[in-house]
């Protein structure tokens, strides 16, 4: 018998994800003897993968697409924000009962609280342009900390509509065309959508509406320095990248399975950007 503790990203599929560079940095800067792999769980396959997740040899293990909903709704416990949003992307073992947390949104406030301290000092309206997993989370993170209301706008308002009535009246639904509707009154502006990512379709955006002391910030981090940021902070916005949300999300994991919660370095993000920059 060995007591190592054993995690993994699990997924389908999982070979692009970065979190075994994040997680394994941590095991060794602490020298703590655990393992951090990654498992490719087959649609087919990951009902019974999740229920009977210590049959796999796992402590516990990160959850990516497209699980998360599934592996939430097999948990015998879910964190307020994994039960907010329907999904898990973080489970542990606890006495054999299935235990599942959703650090998405966690991670997206600890980059903001790192990156631009007191940004929530001054509440107000939030403006996410997105309507898929990751706005939710946003969109969870951002009502935690007294973001109201929350202006969804998304291509496909059905799901920006989705959204709202999951997150009830603080939450407000608009197809893409009304951006210039609500951004006046935005203190903060999200990018969660795909554009602006490399090889993806510019974000076009016209920024002219939004308030100087508006922070914005990208969930997309390839390129770091996404057409959004440069242009925010051409006009003076601050602007904040969205690589820390992913180091962030992987704090807790990490402090669940190994027992210690580690910090988020600038070796850290060096180590993840010397990794993006060679995948280019
Ligand atoms: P994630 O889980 O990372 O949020 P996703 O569920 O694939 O990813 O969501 C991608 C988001 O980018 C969606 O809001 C999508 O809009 P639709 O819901 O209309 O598909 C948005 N998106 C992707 N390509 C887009 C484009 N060319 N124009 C506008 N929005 C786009």
């Given at each position: 018998m060995t007591d190592l503790r054993r995690s993994a990203i699990t997924g389908w599929p999982v070979a692009q994800s970065r979190s075994p560079l994040i997680q394994g940095y941590w095991l060794k800067k602490h020298g703590i003897a655990g393992d951090y792999g990654r498992v490719a769980?087959?649609?087919?396959?990951?009902?019974?993968?999740?229920?009977?997740?210590?049959?796999?040899?796992?402590?516990?293990c990160n959850v990516t697409v497209p699980h998360k909903?599934?592996?939430?709704?097999?948990?015998?416990?879910?964190?307020p924000a994994a039960t907010a949003m329907g999904a898990v992307n973080t489970l542990w073992l606890d006495n054999g009962r299935l235990c599942g947390a959703n650090t998405d949104g966690l991670g997206f406030l600890g980059n903001l609280d790192e990156a631009a301290p007191g940004w929530d000092k001054t509440k107000?309206?939030?403006?996410?342009?997105?309507?898929?997993?990751?706005?939710r989370?946003?969109?969870?993170?951002?009502?935690?900390?007294?973001?109201?209301?929350?202006?969804?706008?998304?291509?496909?308002e059905e799901k920006a509509k989705a959204i709202a009535d999951h997150f009830g009246r603080d939450v407000v639904a608009h197809a893409w065309d009304k951006l210039g509707t609500v951004l006046g009154q935005?203190?903060?502006?999200?990018?969660?959508?795909?554009?602006?990512?490399?090889?993806?379709?510019?974000?076009?955006?016209d920024l002219s509406g939004l308030p100087q002391d508006a922070l914005v910030t990208d969930a997309v981090y390839v390129p770091l320095e996404t057409g959004l940021l440069r242009a925010a902070r051409a006009r003076g916005n601050i602007a904040v990248d969205g690589l820390g949300m992913l180091l962030h999300q992987a704090v807790n994991g990490f402090e669940r399975w190994f027992g210690f919660r580690p910090e988020v370095?600038?070796?850290?993000?060096?180590?993840?950007?010397a990794d993006l920059d060679a995948a280019k």
């Open positions: 769980v087959a649609p087919e396959d990951a009902e019974r993968f999740y229920r009977d997740l210590a049959a796999s040899g796992l402590t516990g909903e599934l592996a939430a709704s097999l948990c015998d416990w879910l964190d107000g309206a939030a403006v996410v342009l997105g309507a898929g997993g990751a706005a989370a946003i969109v969870w993170a951002l009502l935690s900390r007294g973001f109201a209301p929350v202006h969804v706008i998304n291509r496909t935005a203190r903060v502006l999200v990018n969660t959508t795909s554009l602006g990512m490399m090889g993806k379709p510019a974000l076009d955006i370095d600038a070796e850290l993000r060096n180590l993840i950007l």
